[in-house]
């Protein structure tokens, strides 16, 4: 085991024999971090925060006793256990250390080396134990916070199926309508013809074909959320070009002032439902546009997608500000978002992935601070129609 692995044990006392005792004693058990005065203990605690999991202070120094050093350790390592040491049976200093700084253990110089090992060990499991049940409880309240999300998902699915039905409806009969406009407006443009008015006839039909797709799309993502907080999953094949186009266009209010958006691929189809990977391309572009934000350059975004044996590798590349190294395998965790408040939520990405793997496929992330993302889609390629 690395020491940098060891349980760490600040030890403060002005008095560097007393230093080096302790460490000869203890330093092959612990990570040990020696401090020969109060301010240089509590600059470490500030430096070193929740790295420390015990501080042994002696209780008689210059400036600042130990009872004094413990109790403002509590505020920088409140989950740190405290030890207090002196060569004095002071029996006021045992008091206050107790109600002032709330240690665990009081040490009468010369302590029994036995006597501080089990202390020193009782501790550090005291607050190892202490750390796992918070973890715990954060990974409960995360899943309460979930399941939550996922009762509030299937009533915003079910207040869409009406809307969406009115909708799909009302596009319908307008796509019929607008062809009896159409063909009556040709007509009279054969005897009086109107160059603006041409243009917008000849327009009408794809406006309408937009409208269409979007309500259809509505529909679909309407059942998905349904299903999905049921728990029902459909194998479905996508086309990707398809998917990317349709994902692009409703990227655009985002994209539109941040940055240029290209895509570019093969015709080939997936096994990924197509609402859900337009939902995941969806997000990783507008996740791309976001991170223009502040980059002082032209943005760009490319979406490019190629087969490769099996596989069909889909990445999205932006030129944005990047990801610090250290954030980059929190981003998929639920609710972690770099995001100021009010614009991420923490769930984007993470669904991403879980979307990816319920398929069957991969998704990986690489970012350079500065310089921009890659996110890599590796999914199954679906055999043509």
């Known amino acids: 085991m690395s020491p940098y692995d060891l349980p760490a044990v600040l030890y403060c006392d002005d008095d560097a024999l007393n230093l080096r005792v302790f460490d ?3 330093g092959q058990r612990f990570r040990i971090f020696r401090c020969s005065s109060p301010t240089e203990a509590l600059a470490l605690l500030e430096q070193r925060r ?7 202070s002696d209780q008689r120094m210059p400036g600042m006793s130990g009872v004094e050093l413990l109790e403002r350790a509590r505020t920088l390592a409140p989950d740190a256990k405290r030890m207090l040491v002196t060569a004095y049976a002071d029996l006021q200093a045992v008091v206050d250390a107790v109600n002032r700084g709330q240690v665990t253990r009081y040490f009468v110089k010369p302590w029994d080396r036995a006597e501080m090992l089990a202390a020193l060990e009782d501790a550090l499991k005291i607050a190892r134990l202490e750390l796992k049940i918070r973890e715990v409880e954060n990974r409960m309240l995360k899943a309460e916070r979930l399941a939550t999300l996922g009762q509030v998902t299937a009533g915003i699915a079910h207040e869409l199926m009406g809307p969406v039905g009115y909708l799909s409806q009302n596009v319908a009969s307008l796509r019929r309508d607008i062809e ?4 009556y407006v040709n007509k009279h443009l054969e005897q009086d013809p109107d160059r603006g008015v041409g243009e917008t006839v000849k327009d009408l039909p794809s406006l309408i074909g937009d409208l269409v797709t979007g309500t259809e799309h509505l529909r679909q993502v309407a059942h998905g959320l349904k299903a999905q907080a049921r728990g029902d ?3 479905q094949a996508a086309e990707v070009s398809e998917v990317v186009s349709f994902a692009v266009k409703l990227a655009r209010a985002e994209v539109r002032d941040r940055a240029r958006l290209s895509s570019n691929g093969e015709p080939v189809r997936v096994l990924f439902g197509p609402v859900k ?3 995941v391309l969806l997000n990783l572009v507008v996740n791309a546009a976001q991170a223009m934000d502040g980059i002082g350059r032209p943005g760009k975004i490319d979406v490019k997608w190629a087969t490769q044996d099996r596989s069909v590798i889909i990445t999205v590349s932006d030129n944005g500000c990047g990801i610090p190294l250290e954030l980059q395998e929190k981003v998929f965790q639920p609710l972690f978002t770099t995001k100021p408040v009010g614009i991420g939520t923490g769930l984007g990405l993470s669904i991403c992935k879980e979307l990816v793997t319920q398929y069957g496929g991969k998704l990986r992330l690489s970012s350079v601070p500065g310089q921009g993302t890659d996110i890599e889609l590796t999914l199954i390629r679906a055999p043509m129609p």
């Open 277 to 279: 990977l337009c939902q």
């Open 24 to 26: 000869a004693n203890f």
């Open 233 to 235: 999953e459909t194998e």
């Open 50 to 56: 929740g790295e420390i999991g015990v501080v042994v």
């Open 180 to 183: 009896q406009v159409i063909s």
